[in-house]
């Protein structure tokens, strides 16, 4: 499984679906729709800022509402690469993973990381590097069968190559 190497977006608690992606653009499946909606109600430049790669970090309860799994998809169609939280609501956690985005939880990096740092993240071991101050955290590393469909770019893709 491969790593995730980017600069980082912070963001606080109980960060909800509907900031992440707003109802009114729930019309649309499209991914890369979404993705240019990602983050707006919360952080206006987001999208104008964000590039392939970067991560998301944030503290407790990230992506409670709604079970909508737009969220997860505008996430990942925005170009970022994993989603470090302190904690996630059970439904996106789930969402994220029938959709291919790697998240992981490690309150002690959620804490200590800030926005712009430059972070790497090892999925296989779990180890989140803060390559700005050269700090290291253990996060829970993804079970195999769960790194097959992040592998997979999804639980559906993952099925279908069975």
Same mark, same amino acid.
Do not use: W
């Given at each position: 499984?491969?790593?995730?190497?980017?600069?980082?977006?912070?963001?606080?608690?109980?960060?909800?679906?509907?900031?992440?992606?707003?109802?009114?653009?729930?019309?649309?499946?499209?991914?890369?729709?979404?993705?240019?909606?990602?983050?707006?109600?919360?952080? @206006?430049?987001?999208?104008? #800022?964000?590039?392939?790669?970067?991560?998301?970090?944030?503290? @407790?309860?990230?992506?409670?509402?709604?079970?909508?799994?737009?969220?997860?998809?505008?996430? @990942?169609?925005?170009?970022?690469?994993?989603?470090?939280?302190?904690?996630?609501?059970?439904? $996106?956690?789930? #969402?994220?993973? #029938?959709?291919?985005?790697?998240?992981?939880?490690?309150?002690?990096?959620?804490?200590?990381? #800030?926005?712009?740092?430059?972070?790497?993240?090892? $999925?296989?071991?779990?180890?989140?590097?803060?390559?700005?101050?050269?700090?290291?955290?253990?996060?829970?590393?993804?079970?195999?069968?769960?790194?097959?469909?992040?592998?997979?770019?999804?639980?559906?893709?993952?099925?279908?190559? @069975?």
């Amino acid at each position: 499984m491969k790593a995730a190497h980017g600069r980082v977006f912070k963001y606080g608690d109980n960060v909800d679906t509907d900031v992440i992606i707003p109802a009114r653009y729930l019309n649309s499946s499209d991914p890369k729709e979404l993705a240019t909606h990602c983050m707006e109600d919360i952080d @206006k430049d987001f999208v104008k #800022n964000v590039t392939e790669g970067d991560i998301m970090v944030a503290n @407790k309860n990230f992506g409670c509402g709604s079970s909508r799994e737009h969220a997860p998809i505008s996430i @990942k169609a925005s170009g970022i690469s994993c989603v470090i939280a302190e904690t996630f609501a059970r439904i $996106f956690y789930r #969402n994220a993973i #029938n959709i291919g985005l790697p998240i992981i939880e490690c309150p002690e990096a959620a804490v200590a990381i #800030n926005a712009g740092d430059e972070v790497e993240v090892d $999925f296989d071991s779990g180890i989140i590097t803060d390559i700005t101050t050269g700090q290291k955290f253990q996060g829970q590393a993804f079970p195999p069968f769960m790194q097959k469909i992040i592998d997979c770019e999804g639980l559906v893709n993952y099925i279908n190559q @069975k």
